[in-house]
């Protein structure tokens, strides 16, 4: 069993940025694939960006040049720093972990982006 804790979320105006932290426990973090989804009220929760074992990053490209997954094994953490952020980055941001044989999501934090 995968726990996920994220942290950082929090209320920033336009144009400002934060980092996301997800901690993981209970797991092997360093084989598993890391992802950040977001879910604005009322919408579908949508993938932003994953992270494999060996580095390789993808991005949605909503968010491609502006938000950056990083992941520090030793930490067992991984990272999400949003820059340039918008009113419409407003939402709940979940970690989400794939072990290949299921997925394990975080709590979730909220981020709002509003002046």
């Known amino acids: 069993q995968v726990q996920l804790v994220e942290s950082g979320g929090g209320l920033v105006q336009p144009g400002g940025s934060l980092r996301l932290s997800c901690a993981a426990s209970g797991g092997i973090f360093s084989i598993y694939t890391m992802g950040w989804y977001r879910q604005a009220p009322g919408k579908q929760r949508v993938l932003l960006a994953t992270?494999?074992?060996?580095?390789?990053?993808n991005y949605a490209d909503s968010v491609k040049g502006r938000f950056t997954i990083s992941r520090d094994n030793a930490k067992n953490t991984v990272y999400l720093q949003m820059n340039s952020l918008k009113p419409e980055d407003t939402a709940v941001y979940y970690c989400?972990?794939?072990?290949?044989?299921?997925?394990?999501w975080g709590q979730g934090t909220q981020v709002t982006v509003s002046s």
């Open positions: 992270i494999t074992s060996g580095g390789r990053t």
């Open positions: 989400n972990a794939d072990t290949a044989r299921a997925y394990y």
